[in-house]
């Protein structure tokens, strides 16, 4: 059983919105990521997806609802199929839990943002 | 798109190793406890649980490892059919990860301490 430090993942990379593997179970995934600026629109045609805030402010913008912001220590799930961005204005450290395989873009093709997910012993 | 805030989650119960649940996604919960002094042994035969110490200190006892220690910002995976016995030294809370449906007392059974897990709101 491995101990993660979420601190200290956080501290391992600097690259923005490229998120990083922190925990593996039941066929889902913890990432970290570093986020800030705007991200592209996309949806996760099949999979949900958990945002925590651990430091820093990220706003979800939705096509069909208000934004949603989320400060550090608040969290919220956007359901499958739910189009979104995702802004922070500034640096935000932000939790991910998705399904394994969910990409960082989702069904947006051709954005040039698209990450594999990397360890974060590498 | 509900916003949870986890500092305010654990102001909404007081009882202590009775998992109160925060989100669910892709059949996946995300619950909050308050843990303080030792459980039971017991595993999940067919779910790996995350423990993720928000404030406070856990161990997780195992059976064929060392135990593991968690401070507050530390989580770590107990895989499915691992016996555990979490021990809270002093209050801890914590946010645990699992498949919906996942008993808090899992294969162990006799010990009056299986909570059904209710809703923040209850």
Chains 1, 2 share one sequence.
Do not use: C, Y
């Not at 059983?1 to 600097?14: H, K």
């Not at 986020?35 to 949806?43: M, N, Q």
């Not at 450290?93 to 943002?113: I, Q, S």
């Amino acid at each position: 059983m491995d101990v993660v430090d979420i601190d200290a993942a956080f501290e391992r990379f600097e690259e923005t919105w490229s998120p990083r593997l922190a925990a593996s179970l039941n066929g889902q995934e913890l990432k970290v990521a570093k986020l800030e600026g705007a991200f592209v629109w996309h949806s996760h045609p099949d999979a949900d997806e958990l945002f925590w805030v651990i430091e820093g402010d990220l706003t979800i913008e939705l096509r069909e609802e208000p934004d949603r912001h989320l400060s550090a220590g608040q969290l919220g799930v956007v359901p499958a199929g739910v189009e979104h961005r995702p802004v922070a204005d500034g640096l935000a450290k932000v939790v991910l839990f998705e399904p394994a395989g969910t990409e960082n873009t989702g069904d947006a093709e051709g954005t040039g943002r698209t990450r594999e997910v990397e360890s974060l012993e590498d």
